[in-house]
């Protein structure tokens, strides 16, 4: 698969959780992958084998055997490519496992998840520093801090300083989040951005910030200041889910930089629960109309300030994607939606004989009828490339 093809739709989410994972030797280690997942480790004998399998579940009673026996895996794994893991850690451990992956030097991927980590704090990202600083082939970094409620704004930091010159990253994933998060604001967006700005040849990037309360529009600020560095860039992914100081302004911001990215093939967007109305979505409108290479679009507004009057011009951006082939739009709680709004949508989606794939959602929009709502996955059914096709309408 060429470079140029190499990341991930949304849907086939970067972070899903790993269960029951093995990780696996067996002959050559020429792209093999170690997949470690986290809380308790079952090791089979450690013999002499040419196939060597550790299971890892749920963390228990053996913490520091785990460890031990985690470390111990990936010492005998010195020519790995790809590694995954995902770990409850505290400081200390996260050090101790820095300084053995930082001398995997044939790592091209990797993806650490710390998901409810409450002891793991800004300190304890410092050694992720000499893992990206040694690794010159690393292409791929996913790191997950979902739950991790220590991290701050001084951590994203410290991860911006791990990142600084890794000209060979293509793509980046960031995970941020927790139940009302005041810790990570604006400030740690901006030193993502920095962070991502001088990587010109980046192909995929994915920022979450779950619940992320102090993101607001300045933080898109940012973002756009960063996405207009990235010419080069086929997806990018953008959950704000209940981050409810984002609003209109931000999707000005966020219409800026994604026009200067003409060659964007893949667009996830979540805004739930923000002070977005008709206006942003114009601005969403007005930046997929240059975006005429997409092949796979999702908007998620949920909870939003959206009328038919909206849906009407939005269309107007649908027609322009005539490379489209997936669609996602999820209008769930747009109460002022109505079948109206629905039929403007049906016009725009009409026009796009590439589609191959469409999902839509109006949960609890109380003027769309479920009769309405069937009529317009029959006639959606008539495009020429269709191959699915799933409508919600309000329940």
């Given at each position: 698969m060429s470079e140029e093809n190499q990341f991930t739709l949304p849907e086939v989410s970067m972070?899903?959780?790993?269960k029951n994972s093995q990780v696996k030797?067996?002959?050559p280690i020429?792209?093999?992958?170690?997949?470690l997942s986290a809380r308790k480790l079952i090791s089979q004998p450690m013999k002499r084998m040419k196939k060597r399998v550790f299971k890892f579940e749920e963390f228990h009673v053996f913490k520091e055997e785990t460890l031990e026996m985690l470390t111990l895996a990936l010492k005998s794994q010195r020519k790995v490519q790809r590694i995954s893991i995902e770990w409850k850690m505290e400081n200390d451990e996260l050090e101790e496992l820095s300084a053995i992956i930082k001398n995997l030097k044939y790592l091209q991927d990797i993806t650490l998840i710390f998901c409810c980590s409450p002891e793991i704090t800004d300190r304890g990202l410092i050694p992720l520093k000499k893992i990206f600083q040694s690794l010159t082939s690393l292409k791929r970094v996913s790191l997950s801090f979902r739950d991790c409620a220590k991290i701050t704004d001084n951590g994203v930091k410290y991860l911006r300083q791990a990142l600084k010159n890794r000209k060979s990253l293509r793509h980046l994933s960031f995970t941020f989040g927790s139940d009302g998060n005041r810790k990570i604001t604006d400030d740690g967006l901006k030193h993502l951005i920095e962070a991502i700005k001088p990587l010109p040849y980046l192909r995929s990037i994915y920022l979450e910030f779950f619940r992320c309360l102090e993101i607001t529009d300045t933080g898109l600020s940012h973002l756009k200041e960063g996405l207009q560095s990235l010419t080069s860039l086929k997806s990018f992914v953008l959950d704000c889910y209940f981050c409810r100081d984002i609003s209109d302004t931000g999707l000005k911001y966020l219409k800026e930089g994604l026009q200067k990215i003409p060659s964007l093939q893949n667009i996830y967007l979540l805004l739930a629960y923000c002070e977005v109305t008709d206006i942003g979505l114009n601005s969403m409108?007005?930046?997929?109309?240059t975006l005429t290479s997409l092949k796979s679009l999702s908007f998620y507004f949920i909870s939003c300030g959206l009328t038919n009057d909206g849906m009407r011009n939005f269309k107007e951006g649908l027609q322009a994607l005539t490379s489209l082939q997936n669609v996602t739009l999820d209008?769930?709680?747009c109460n002022q939606i109505t079948n109206d709004g629905l039929n403007h949508l049906k016009e725009g989606l009409q026009a796009l004989t590439t589609l191959q794939r469409i999902g839509l959602a109006f949960d609890s929009c109380r003027g769309i009828t479920v009769d309405e709502g069937h009529a317009l996955k029959q006639e959606l059914k008539k495009?020429?490339?269709?191959l699915k096709v799933y409508v919600r309408p309000s329940k």
């Open positions: 972070l899903k959780t790993i030797r067996v002959g020429k792209n093999s992958i170690v997949n409108k007005d930046a997929l109309q209008f769930s709680v495009l020429p490339s269709l």
